[in-house]
């Protein structure tokens, strides 16, 4: 009989111990299993967030359009500028600049991503620059000596402004406009009516990029240094339109086109 004991101890021990043991096992699965399931949902309320949040700005993006005619009854050679709508041509590629980091694997960021703000800000001091250059000295030369449509001054200010709605993907038109009007012999007007109509699209382009921001929840309080420099995008060719104005030299009333509002 002890020899029959301890013959048996181990396989009835291993026998008792089945039944636990099974559970256990049992109970590691499912734990297991929940936690994939965990995991799975997981991922999938990233996925679901990102793609609502896609869906959202980009939808919202294609919606923006700047129709507004900043000039009052201005005549035809102005028009073009005038009555530009300015849309966004590439929602995807200007949501992926503002969210680069958002994807369907880590799920949405909320915030507009610093570079993208960064990035706006440097665009918009290189286009600054460009206009502070048409100075008083600068002015009376092309007085002088007349200008032509390769006009190194003309030539920065349009690639700068150019090269900052490219990347907030503002509509490709802007692109096929021209600043310079030469088709008038008086100097003065010439130059006056070209930097009319770049005060005009930078006002167009101005209120698009408000637009912009104010989709991405960027606003005065909120980046108040940038926002302040969007502001002086709509208002910046007037300082070289009034240097000008007041540079002594034959000027043709009738040739101006229209009268800007007020508030412009």
């Given at each position: 009989m002890?020899?029959?004991?301890?013959?048996?101890?181990?396989?009835?021990?291993?026998?008792?111990?089945?039944?636990?043991?099974?559970?256990?096992?049992?109970?590691?699965?499912?734990?297991?299993?929940?936690?994939?399931?965990?995991?799975?949902?997981?991922?999938?309320?990233?996925?679901?967030?990102?793609?609502?949040?896609?869906?959202?700005?980009?939808?919202?993006?294609?919606?923006?359009?700047?129709?507004?005619?900043?000039?009052?009854?201005?005549?035809?050679?102005?028009?073009?500028?005038?009555?530009?709508?300015?849309?966004?041509?590439?929602?995807?590629?200007?949501?992926?600049?503002?969210f680069?980091?958002?994807?369907?694997?880590?799920?949405?960021?909320?915030?507009?991503?610093?570079?993208?703000?960064?990035?706006?800000?440097?665009?918009?001091?290189?286009?600054?620059?460009?206009?502070?250059?048409?100075?008083?000295?600068?002015?009376?030369?092309?007085?002088?000596?007349g200008?032509?449509?390769?006009?190194?001054h003309?030539?920065?200010?349009?690639?700068?402004?150019?090269?900052?709605?490219?990347?907030?993907?503002?509509?490709?038109?802007?692109?096929?406009?021209?600043?310079?009007?030469?088709?008038?012999?008086?100097?003065?007007?010439?130059?006056?009516?070209?930097?009319?109509?770049?005060?005009?699209?930078?006002?167009?382009?101005?209120?698009?990029?408000?637009?912009?921001?104010?989709?991405?929840?960027?606003?005065?309080?909120?980046?108040?240094?940038?926002?302040?420099?969007?502001?002086?995008?709509?208002?910046?060719?007037?300082?070289?339109?009034?240097?000008?104005?007041?540079?002594?030299?034959?000027?043709?009333?009738e040739?101006?086109?229209?009268?800007?509002?007020?508030?412009?």
């Open positions: 002890t020899n029959f004991l301890t013959i048996t101890k181990l396989p009835l021990f291993i026998l008792a111990a089945a039944v636990p043991l099974g559970a256990i096992i049992t109970n590691l699965h499912r734990t297991y299993q929940v936690e994939a399931q965990i995991k799975t949902a997981e991922e999938k309320n990233k996925s679901d967030a990102f793609y609502a949040h896609y869906k959202y700005y980009t939808e919202t993006f294609s919606k923006l359009e700047v129709s507004k005619k900043p000039l009052k009854n201005p005549k035809q050679r102005m028009d073009d500028v005038n009555s530009l709508t300015i849309t966004i041509n590439k929602t995807h590629t200007l949501y992926k600049k503002a680069h980091t958002s994807s369907p694997s880590t799920g949405p960021k909320f915030a507009p991503s610093s570079n993208f703000l960064n990035a706006t800000d440097k665009f918009v001091d290189n286009f600054l620059e460009s206009v502070s250059k048409m100075d008083h000295d600068t002015l009376s030369r092309k007085l002088n000596d200008i032509n449509k390769k006009d190194e003309f030539k920065r200010m349009r690639l700068t402004l150019l090269t900052l709605c490219t990347y907030l993907c503002i509509d490709d038109d802007i692109s096929e406009l021209e600043l310079l009007d030469l088709e008038i012999n008086n100097r003065k007007v010439c130059l006056h009516l070209s930097l009319l109509r770049l005060r005009l699209l930078c006002i167009k382009v101005n209120m698009a990029i408000i637009q912009i921001l104010d989709i991405l929840g960027v606003n005065k309080k909120s980046h108040p240094e940038l926002y302040g420099k969007i502001m002086t995008l709509r208002t910046c060719v007037k300082e070289p339109i009034s240097i000008l104005d007041n540079i002594e030299w034959h000027l043709n009333d040739a101006l086109e229209g009268t800007l509002n007020k508030n412009d």
